[in-house]
Nanobody, 126 residues
């Protein structure tokens, strides 16, 4: 069993930056593919970024490509999402997720992940 806890959310002005963290307990994350998703009020949960267990493969939603970076520190069982050039459309609850494989081709599908955190709120003011 893997427990995931996100942190680092908050209120930021448009153009600003935040770094989200997702810390795991229960098991090391070194053999898990990881993903970040977000859900805005009244909208479905959407894929943001994914990272293979080794860190060699990264995928991003088109809406965040070039602005967000997903990374991991397996020694700390922590995954990060660095977010730059934030805009109000990025406002959402951000969730990290873990899949019990080193990589998943269906990385954009939330049903492909086995474990989820509770989410952290990111609010971007204009």
């Amino acid at each position: 069993q893997v427990q995931l806890v996100e942190s680092g959310g908050g209120l930021v002005q448009a153009g600003g930056s935040l770094r989200l963290s997702c810390a795991a307990s229960g098991r090391t994350l070194s053999s898990y593919a990881m993903g970040w998703f977000r859900q805005a009020p009244g909208k479905e949960r959407e894929f943001v970024a994914a990272l293979s267990a080794s860190g060699a493969i990264t995928k991003y939603a088109d809406s965040v490509k070039g602005r967000f970076t997903i990374s991991r520190d397996n020694s700390k069982s922590t995954v990060y999402l660095s977010m730059n050039s934030l805009n109000p459309d990025d406002t959402a609850v951000y969730y990290c997720a873990a899949a019990s494989r080193t990589w998943i081709t269906s990385y954009g599908n939330n049903r492909a992940y086995d474990y989820w955190g509770q989410g952290t709120q990111v609010t971007v003011s204009s």
